[in-house]
């Protein structure tokens, strides 16, 4: 078996996050007997103060032929984030109907949360974002720009469609786990977009009357995944809010360095996209003290939607013993060590 994978390092320490995370893969592969094709994009912000674009006009043509894709990072300080977040990632996720984002949160063995008297396990829950309307929608715009009475409009979208499929999603999700569901959302103040994602809750969740189902606001939701994370089994929220809730999950399970992300199309149409929760980190970039392992799990989980369960799980395995061993670690865990020297003990553990 062969998989053809796109990979797009993109900026600052997405280039080694992402590397590294290869190397791993690649071990992964002899050990389970399947081959990878990586193909590399040299798209991101360098390209942009080149050229003037993130990608090229027929970028995510171009990537349209692989199994998978493998990003790294977007983001530049000289660049506005708008810039290069609209010039990459979001087409592509759009344009590959990447509508599922899920991020999966656990409280790794030898890992101290920032939250008092947690043990290993006792944090776990997994956000499915939605992933390619709501907030960011790319609708609006500015008027009068540089006079006084200048104003912007930004228009979040909501369709049936969209909501609906997500919050399915979600509940097969809960169905598979624990059988609680938290959907998130603001419908206090947003009386609009919001109360009509509870309503198609509400009206989907009758079809899973197993499902415990919860709703809270966002406000609430941020607070109580600091006051008692253990409750939480599958959180489901619009684009902005389960980008912000999943920020809140990677730091009390540890560090934003081990939040793995998939963007995924799940009906198979088009390639779906792997990629750390993190950024591009530009004042660490270079440096080598990069955590890889956000990445290297965000390719457990590209292993996991290829079918490789095996190895996705040697991968999860290799990881979980590194960190309940407790060396070696990056800064980022409050270790210092190397980027290469975490990789190394990995493909080690592969062995
Ligand atoms: N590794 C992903 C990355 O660089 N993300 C940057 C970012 O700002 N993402 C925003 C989002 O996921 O909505």
Redesign the pocket.
Known sequence: MGYDIGVIP?DGI?TAVTEAAIDVLDRAAEIYGFETTWTHYDWGSHRYLESGAMMPADGTDQLSTHDSIF?????HPDIP?HVT?HGL?LPIRKEFDQYVCKRPNVLFEGIESPLRGYDAGEIDFVVYRENTEGE?SDLGGREHVGHQHDFAVQTAGFTRHGTERIVRRAFEAAQERERHLTSVTKSNAQRHSMVFWDDIVERVSDDFPEIDMERLLVDRASMELVRRPEDFDVIVAS?LFG?ILTDIGAIVTGSLGIAPSANINPEGEFPSLF??????APDIAGEGIANPLAAVLSGAMMLEHLEEGEAASALWTAVEAQLAAGDPRTPDLGGDETTDAVVDDLLDRLR
């Open positions: 993109g997405g990003l790294g990072a977007v983001g984030d977040l990632l960011y684009n980008d990629e750390p929760v993190h950024g591009s």
